[in-house]
């Protein structure tokens, strides 16, 4: 506990958000609250593959995880599918300390049993907290012990400014973590679980009538997300990890203090676009996110209805960043948006493969999972700049409507896929 205040002695930014939980310090401290940092964001861009950091802003400094903590949970239940400590189809008691958690919860009831394969989809869409707890404690025997076994697993991953407490992230005062440590998480998830890593990109979960959206918004308007946790407690604002494929090219990002959903996920999307669009040439530069930051909290969000101030002002950010904007389709947003022809057609982008024959099943497979009349399947042959040669598997044929429709379809059914704009539009560089 001591070694924890230490830490909050020397973080304003920590206190503040300590503050705004409710938590309340019996000690004094020298630092005045909110100083150092307040109104900034803590982030980082690494490389899936290489690890290499391409963009960080205050990567160090010590937030709360709130439910990005589920990502620690989720890979322990995937190291336990591994080892055969659990099964997918497997049912789970609820006790009554699951069953009471806060919300936001599955509605679970003590002596309900849950399938591990809910408890994996609730904690991704729904980010439900019982089913956290349900997962604690089939593996650790209680919340308390799974939060000691999260935690050494943390130092195992090079995590070495993580401690967890607890399984869901509900508030707790020595819970914390920082934006580079999680970005070490979300790329170890991807890495060492990509078979499980596709539930990340799950759009809703239906459990016993009700179904359940992802948070995770900027999978239906980014291209090439599949994954991976939002989160938000008061203490830590709104937090994101997210990952990102283009050009056979993964990123991985974490957004951490969020002032809204809307900002954290506009610069999100403004990070990601910018470090694609620099072609791995090193480091995004500092001046590049400053200027996105000077016009606002909203800095590349398009507004497609009424000139307001929120559109002008994001209009203004979007060209301060050579215009790369986070819709999904990875369209530029300048001031004078180019005319499309409605008639051109969408198309569905569902990964890139190393062997024509993987593009040609999955693609193949898609398009007999949605059973839509007059859609096409296209397998494009590597790029000449591909850094490995890649077979990309797309459907062809859809209007922007059906193309977002069957996206969502496909995953669904488990499926990724992202939508991709006709050519008439012009498509920021990557």
């Not at 993580?162 to 580079?180: K, M």
């Not at 050009?247 to 910018?274: E, H, K």
């Not at 090193?282 to 590349?300: C, Q």
Request: with cysteine.
């Amino acid at each position: 506990m001591i070694s924890w205040f230490r830490h909050a002695h020397r973080d304003a930014t920590f206190l503040r958000r300590l503050a705004a939980a409710g938590f309340v310090l019996a000690l004094a401290v020298g630092a005045p609250l909110g100083a150092a940092h307040a109104g900034k964001y803590e982030a980082i861009v690494i490389d899936a593959d290489t690890g290499e950091v391409l963009h960080e802003q205050s990567a160090d400094v010590q937030s709360y995880p709130a439910s990005l903590t589920k990502m620690m949970t989720l890979y322990l239940v995937f190291d336990a599918l591994e080892s055969g400590k659990l099964t997918l189809d497997q049912q789970l008691p609820v006790s009554q300390h699951a069953a009471t958690r806060a919300p936001s919860r599955l509605g679970l009831m003590p002596g309900d049993t849950i399938a591990v394969r809910d408890v994996i989809l609730g904690l991704v869409t729904k980010s439900a907290n019982d089913a956290a707890s349900v997962a604690a404690e089939a593996l650790g025997g209680s919340e308390n012990a799974f939060a000691e076994k999260m935690t050494q697993k943390a130092r195992q991953l090079g995590m070495t400014n993580t401690v967890f407490r607890n399984a869901s992230g509900l508030p707790d005062p020595q819970q914390h973590t920082t934006a580079r440590d999680l970005s070490k998480l979300a790329r170890a998830l991807y890495k060492n679980h990509p078979k499980e890593y596709r539930y990340f990109a799950t759009e809703s979960f239906t459990y016993r009538g009700a179904t359940h959206a992802n948070h995770n918004h900027l999978m239906s308007r980014f291209e090439g997300m599949d994954g991976i946790k939002t989160g938000f407690i008061n203490a830590s604002g709104f937090n994101l990890a997210a990952s990102a494929v283009r050009n056979g090219r993964r990123l991985i990002g974490v957004v951490m203090g969020g002032q809204s959903a809307r900002s954290r996920d506009n610069q999100m999307a403004t990070l990601l676009n910018a470090v694609f669009a620099r072609g791995g040439r090193g480091r995004l530069p500092e001046t590049v996110i400053a200027s996105a930051e000077n016009d606002g909290d909203e800095p590349a969000v398009v507004e497609t209805a009424s000139e307001n101030t929120e559109t002008q002002m994001a209009k203004r950010a979007v060209s301060a960043v050579n215009a790369f904007s986070p819709v999904g389709t990875a369209h530029a947003a300048p001031a004078a948006a180019p005319r499309v022809d409605r008639a051109e057609k969408y198309t569905i982008q569902l990964g890139a493969f190393s062997k024509q024959a993987a593009a040609d099943k999955v693609a193949a497979n898609a398009l007999a999972k949605l059973r839509m009349k007059g859609k096409t399947v296209q397998v494009a042959g590597p790029a000449k700049d591909d850094k490995e040669k890649l077979w990309r598997a797309r459907l062809a044929g859809f209007s922007k409507g059906e193309a977002q429709h069957a996206c969502r379809t496909l995953h669904k059914k488990h499926i990724s896929c992202s939508v991709v704009a006709p050519s008439g539009i012009k498509m920021a560089r990557s």
